[in-house]
């Protein structure tokens, strides 16, 4: 079956620093791969997708590159702010009929110090 | 965009007893989905809820623990029946829309 695995946390960084979340999958076919954010108090949101491979997703400053080669969507920031905050799930989608069945990965908490 | 209403947003219940989720969606949707974030823990989908019909249900839940309503296609209800301890979670409603999938805010469910 489909299956998200991600770079374990918590992330702790200092302002202005460089983020880089792993996130590495497992799925027959072609999916669809997703960025989520949770921030404190709040409802998931997608941050950013990628729906072919080579395709980079970005959003607010954060990039991520669809690779099939080595199977991964690995979130990137050059600069993070206090705001940045949050927690982050990979997610997947097989296509199709499936496409808003997501699978995710275990959620990585990324805290910015000022 | 979708704007998801999911209620109540916590609540507190005693084991044994049945809670019943709502989600309301400002616009019509075709799919709908539940999931539940235990403690923890990343994010599971329970079912896709279907107008008109029976929910389909993922390996692991079934209906007579889950039973979901879907009467329109803005509007969903999930009940998380005869509660234990184990079933303390946030369930999330989520809905399909322009080849992107929204979160309702969720409800915290606390079982003693």
């Known amino acids: 079956g489909n299956s998200v695995t991600q770079m374990e946390g918590p992330v702790t960084l200092s302002e202005e620093a460089f983020l880089t979340i792993n996130c590495t999958y497992t799925?027959?076919?072609?999916?669809?791969l997703f960025w989520y954010v949770q921030y404190p108090g709040e409802g998931l949101q997608l941050l950013l997708k990628a729906t072919k491979a080579d395709d980079k997703g970005s959003n607010k400053g954060f990039e991520a590159t669809y690779r099939k080669e080595t199977t991964s969507f690995h979130l990137e920031k050059g600069s993070v702010q206090v705001s940045d905050s949050a927690v982050y799930f990979c997610a997947l989608s097989a296509g199709g009929t499936s496409y808003g069945k997501l699978t995710f990965g275990q959620g990585t908490i990324l805290t910015v110090h000022p | 965009s979708a704007v998801i209403s999911q209620k109540p947003s916590r609540d507190i219940c005693q084991r044994g007893t049945s809670l019943t989720i709502q989600c309301q969606v400002d616009s019509q949707v075709t799919m709908m989905f539940w999931y539940r974030q235990q403690p923890g823990q990343s994010l599971t989908l329970i079912a896709t809820?279907?107008?008109?019909?029976?929910?389909?249900?993922e390996s692991g839940f079934v209906i007579d623990k889950f039973p979901i309503s879907r009467p329109n296609l803005t509007f969903s209800t999930l009940t998380v029946s005869n509660m234990s301890p184990e079933d303390s979670s946030i369930y999330l409603c989520?809905?399909?829309?322009?080849?992107?999938?929204?979160f309702g805010s969720g409800t915290q469910l606390s079982v003693l």
């Open positions: 809820a279907n107008q008109g019909s029976e929910a389909t249900y």
């Open positions: 989520s809905v399909l829309t322009s080849s992107k999938l929204f």
């Open positions: 799925a027959t076919g072609y999916p669809s």
